[in-house]
């Protein structure tokens, strides 16, 4: 399909996003496509590994085609954005459980979809553009594709932090939260595919550049002290008081996401920490994006910051204000029927 190409070269399954003036946003069927190309490269003998790329410098992926959810959601149409979402998720797991190393090379902005598609993988590159962050409380979403999983094994309460706030993370600090393994210069990527290509090995792979700390591993004091609070009003109070500049910032930024996701991602966030794998993860990001239409903040996110893009969401809740019902709501567990179905690839152990 134009969106993204599947094909092998020598050794190598290669998997490359395609829509760079969209800053190559996941679609549905770029989703189905790659998971058909994983399936089938799977059991085949002439494909060593996998590769996982985009075009053009700005963005590896910037998140999910969500544009189609929306409208479907206001015309009363929840069944698209669940399909979409059931099987995004389900590539997700196959892409973390995959039995053959897969690679994925990671420029620009990596947010979202860009998260699940690349940062679940064997092995992980980034490069010195790449901006790495979960943004979906700003849009009346949950850091989903697998997000809470990365989010939940983070140091200390960077994942809280990360979350709540989308910030966003360059190439030290990925690293340091465990999105990404190893930052090599982008002007050797072409050379460094041919040869994974060519060899069908990760052993050509360097170790990649060390880097320093960034601000977020800078700031984890602050950010540990703060995002250990039980809800979202706790947090908020704990930056309120902290007394330094950092704090206030990102109290600020706090104050314009949407509570009720908020209040659902550290919910799921803790939930993750205690799941047995991403499967199970995903399974309960589910639980909310499924209902994200009908009963979270999504469809106003959506308008404020994709539609009208006045950047002015009108939020039912603020923090602290949450009711437990409508979280109840979002967050109880699905139906049989309406649940993901993983399919026949057995869960890791």
């Not at 039995?99 to 980034?126: A, C, D, E, T």
């Not at 540990?224 to 330094?244: H, N």
């Not at 993750?272 to 794998?277: I, L, S």
Request: proline content about 5%; glycine content about 10%.
């Amino acid at each position: 399909m134009d969106d993204v190409q599947t094909r092998i070269q020598g050794r190598a399954g290669r998997i490359t996003l395609t829509r760079p003036k969209a800053l190559n946003a996941l679609s549905h069927p770029m989703c189905l496509e790659i998971e058909r190309a994983l399936d089938q490269w799977r059991e085949d003998g002439a494909v060593d590994l996998v590769i996982i790329d985009a075009e053009g410098e700005r963005a590896f992926c910037a998140g999910g085609d969500i544009a189609a959810v929306y409208h479907a959601g206001r015309a009363g149409d929840y069944a698209l954005g669940q399909e979409f979402w059931r099987d995004e998720y389900r590539m997700n797991d196959k892409l973390a459980h995959y039995p053959k190393p897969i690679v994925s090379f990671m420029q620009g902005f990596v947010m979202g979809g860009g998260v699940g598609l690349g940062s679940h993988v064997s092995h992980r590159i980034i490069g010195h553009s790449t901006q790495v962050a979960m943004p979906e409380c700003g849009i009346g979403l949950i850091p989903d594709v697998g997000g809470t999983w990365l989010l939940a094994r983070a140091p200390g309460h960077i994942g809280e932090y990360l979350g709540l706030t989308g910030a966003r993370m360059g190439p030290s600090d990925a690293i340091f939260a465990g999105f990404a393994d190893r930052a090599i210069r982008e002007a050797q990527w072409p050379a460094l595919i041919d040869e994974l290509c060519n060899t069908g090995t990760v052993a050509a792979l360097p170790a990649g550049e060390t880097l320093g700390d960034g601000p977020i591993a800078r700031a984890r004091l602050t950010i540990d002290r703060c995002f250990w609070g039980e809800d979202i009003a706790a947090i908020q109070l704990k930056l309120e008081t902290a007394g330094d500049s950092f704090a206030l910032e990102t109290l600020k930024t706090m104050q314009q996401k949407s509570a009720l996701s908020m209040a659902a991602t550290l919910w799921l966030i803790r939930m993750a920490r205690e799941a047995r794998d991403i499967r199970e993860a995903l399974s309960n990001e589910f639980r909310f994006t499924a209902r994200a239409c009908q009963y979270g903040e999504f469809i106003e996110g959506v308008r404020a910051q994709i539609i009208d893009k006045d950047r002015r969401p009108i939020w039912q809740f603020k923090a602290g204000d949450v009711p437990e019902d409508r979280l109840g709501t979002l967050l109880s567990p699905l139906p049989e029927g309406l649940a993901i179905d993983f399919g026949a690839q057995a869960a890791p152990a």
